[in-house]
């Protein structure tokens, strides 16, 4: 649909989003010695995939995961399944959003806050999943349950924020993040109601955009509006002292056509 490119929504509440920087170099880190040919083997990557991707069938006890690949107890790829990736351009597109849109989600939580967020995000996105497919035995791998949950709370946030994006991969466009972000949630809703056999698990997607827009509810920072609502204010504002101040303010006197002398002689 679109890739996002800057935002320009400073921050308020932080001084850095320390939590998003770790989470995406910790990804790109887990990718590089996992997900990359120069560095593990194809086999070895896909055993990863089943060791800590989340797979349907073992989390809905129909299945129970050969000795060799269970290395943590199961209920731990609700997290784990969200750092690995496919491949460049799976991370890379997750990344990108999480780049864009998690600092000010983070700002607006505080950073273990915004960590919990993101860990609980990405479970929502796994719990849906599991839900809509519950006998599925592929892997469930990727970041994006929870940079839907970034995308929600996002949209909660700040939705008169104008976003630069790339629509279609090529034309430049800066939109309201209420139109753009919106299109992006009912469009993972429709393509998880209406398609089948994708390979893009789209439920994931809406699962944890669900969650996210919950949790920014309860866990944003006191005094931290929803919708913009301190901007709106600000606006406002500032648009009645400038109307109050030129009402104020004594029409200048009318100058002569002749200058100050009049005709003069």
């Not at 990727?142 to 629509?167: D, F, K, Q, T």
Request: glycine share 8%; hydrophobic share 55%.
């Amino acid at each position: 649909m679109f890739i996002p490119i800057h935002d320009g929504n400073p921050l308020t509440n932080i001084r850095r989003p320390y939590v998003t920087y770790s989470l995406i170099a910790l990804n790109i880190v887990i990718w590089v010695f996992l997900g990359t040919p120069a560095i593990t083997s194809p086999e070895a990557a896909k055993a990863a995939s089943v060791s800590f991707g989340f797979i349907p069938s073992v989390a809905n006890e129909f299945r129970v995961l050969p000795d060799k690949f269970a290395v943590l107890p199961d209920w731990t790829s609700y997290i784990t399944y969200a750092f690995l990736h496919a491949d460049f351009m799976h991370i890379a597109g997750n990344m990108l959003f999480l780049w864009v849109f998690a600092d000010n989600v983070e700002d607006a939580l505080g950073h273990w806050r915004f960590l919990v967020f993101y860990i609980l995000a990405a479970a929502g996105g796994a719990w849906l999943h599991g839900l809509v497919l519950p006998t599925s035995d592929s892997p469930l791998i990727g970041a994006s349950g929870a940079a839907a949950g970034v995308i929600a709370a996002y949209l909660m946030l700040h939705p008169h924020v104008r976003v630069w994006v790339l629509a279609l991969g090529r034309i430049p466009l800066k939109l309201k993040a209420y139109w753009l972000l919106s299109a992006w949630i009912l469009y993972q809703l429709g393509m998880m109601v209406f398609t089948t056999g994708s390979q893009v698990s789209w439920s994931a997607h809406v699962g944890g955009a669900a969650v996210g827009a919950v949790l920014v509810v309860f866990l944003r920072k006191k005094g931290v509006p929803l919708f913009d609502r301190d901007l709106v204010e600000n606006i406002e504002a500032v648009t009645v002292r400038e109307a109050a101040a030129k009402a104020e303010r004594p029409e200048p006197a009318p100058v002569s056509p002749w200058g100050r002398g009049g005709k003069g002689s």
